[in-house]
């Protein structure tokens, strides 16, 4: 009876304890992050949240967080560290989401780095996605961003290989396209 008693009384000291946890942590939603924690944050439902600029009639910028159709790949309930930030070279006050950065050498360089590419899964997973929908496979960008990351950039998206989806399991694919030949006159 005492060890069904002090079961009993760890269970609910157990479930009090996630409870707080869960309150303190709370969910994220993206529309009630303020503009220093909005960018390269998931919400609870495991959805992307983007920085927006708006200009009011009296020319006043005002920011707001906004949830994305865009999924995080495993990750939820999540706001980036300042150190992935600095480590990843990315900005707090990027406002929307583009693939454009990947062109920048300097930008490549601190993705592909170890102390961003190996503990930053959320912005990894992000530019990993950015890339594949470019048409580039971004472990082989990070392997070229020794030499000219733009001129690699240029070469794999000209290359014919398609970058297969995160953690897939299939192998890109090499199409050989023979060029378009132009028309006799």
């Known amino acids: ?24 942590l709370g969910s994220i939603t993206c529309e009630n992050l303020n503009k220093d924690s909005c960018t390269f ?14 200009l009011r009639r009296s020319g006043e910028e005002v920011y707001a967080c906004k949830t994305l159709e865009i999924e995080a790949d495993k990750l ?10 600095q480590a990843c070279g990315v900005d707090r006050n990027t406002l929307g989401i583009s693939s454009d950065s990947l062109l920048e050498c300097h930008f490549t360089q601190k993705l592909c780095s170890p102390q961003c590419y ?18 580039v496979y971004l472990p082989r960008l990070c392997e ?15 290359s014919g290989i398609v970058a297969p ?3 897939s399991g299939v192998k890109p694919v090499n ?5 378009a030949m132009a028309p006799a006159s």
């Open 175 to 179: 199409f050989m396209i023979t060029p």
């Open 41 to 54: 944050a998931i919400s609870s439902t495991g959805k992307r949240c983007v920085l927006e600029k708006h």
């Open 165 to 167: 989806a995160p953690e």
């Open 76 to 85: 939820k309930n999540w706001i980036e560290t300042d150190q992935c930030i």
């Open 1 to 24: 009876m005492v060890a069904s008693f002090h079961s009993f009384t760890l269970a609910i000291v157990a479930c009090a304890l996630v409870f707080c946890v869960q309150v303190t």
């Open 118 to 135: 190996k503990h930053c899964p959320n912005i990894v997973d992000l530019y990993f996605n950015l890339a594949a929908g470019e048409g």
């Open 144 to 158: 070229k961003q020794g030499g000219n990351a733009r001129r690699g950039m240029a070469e794999i998206k000209n």
